[in-house]
């Protein structure tokens, strides 16, 4: 299993993931313990640096992961920040129920949970509660908005779930400018999940691949969905012959 790149002592919020012995753990054939990629995090743990960013197709377990840790440290699962509870309807697996996290000496235990399919949600609360109504602009440009509202500065565990969804190309070059900046305080943390090739390439991170075989640490440069980017654009006509067969 990967090894953080940060040292033992660094002071983020998570420094590991790890099965909670006092939990109970259904059979192995109930999901989400079907997915290789979850039931490896529950065999070996996960050891978390400054930044992971998981990536894989639908389906390899990348945001069930990612979800439910956010949950375990304390993260509402429709997002927000910590102590948010807002909910709108439930539909996240149990996996948060069989992790613990291990925290690190002193850090902080805030944190800000934001996920592509839980966004009109949590604009409608952010209305209700703090009086900023982003629902007067477009997906995208509401999620820029919430980019520049200073809720990702400081010391915290920033989670991320494909948040490059509704995002232009110069939109996602923002976001990975921010996500630098975030993980480049000595305090603060980023998890993300994505298909964003430029989001994947978050400098420093560790990348982890969810595939049918479980959970593998990588190189940007050597990921499936990078090598398909790279050959789609140098020949569409490649793809685009087998969608018209």
Not at 198 to 221: H, K, N, Q, Y
């Amino acid at each position: 299993m990967p090894t953080p790149q940060e040292p033992d002592f660094a002071p983020v919020p998570v420094r590991r993931v790890e099965r909670d012995p006092q939990s109970a753990l259904p059979d192995e054939h109930t999901w989400p313990r079907t997915i290789p990629a979850v039931a490896q995090l529950i065999a070996e743990g996960l050891d978390l640096g400054r930044a992971t960013v998981l990536v894989g197709p639908n389906g390899s377990g990348k945001s069930t992961i990612l979800e439910a840790v956010a949950m375990t440290y304390g993260l509402n699962a429709e997002g927000g920040s910590t102590g948010v509870m807002h909910r709108t309807r439930t539909t996240e697996s149990d996996l948060a129920q069989w992790l613990r996290v291990v925290r690190g000496p002193g850090a902080s235990r805030w944190g800000y949970f934001v996920r592509a399919e839980t966004m009109h949600g949590l604009f409608s609360y952010l209305q209700d509660t703090v009086r900023h109504d982003f629902h007067r602009f477009s997906h995208g440009e509401a999620f820029v908005e919430l980019l520049g509202s200073k809720r990702y500065q400081g010391d915290g565990f920033f989670v991320w779930d494909e948040p490059e969804s509704g995002l232009s190309f110069e939109a996602q070059l923002r976001l990975l400018s921010e996500l630098v900046e975030i993980a480049s305080q000595p305090g603060a943390q980023v998890l993300l999940a994505t298909h964003s090739p430029l989001l994947a390439a978050l400098p420093g991170a560790v990348v982890l691949e969810c595939s049918e075989e479980g959970m593998r640490e990588t190189a940007w440069d050597r990921l499936d969905m990078i090598d398909h980017y790279r050959r789609f654009l140098e020949a569409p006509e490649r793809y685009l012959r087998h969608l018209r067969a």
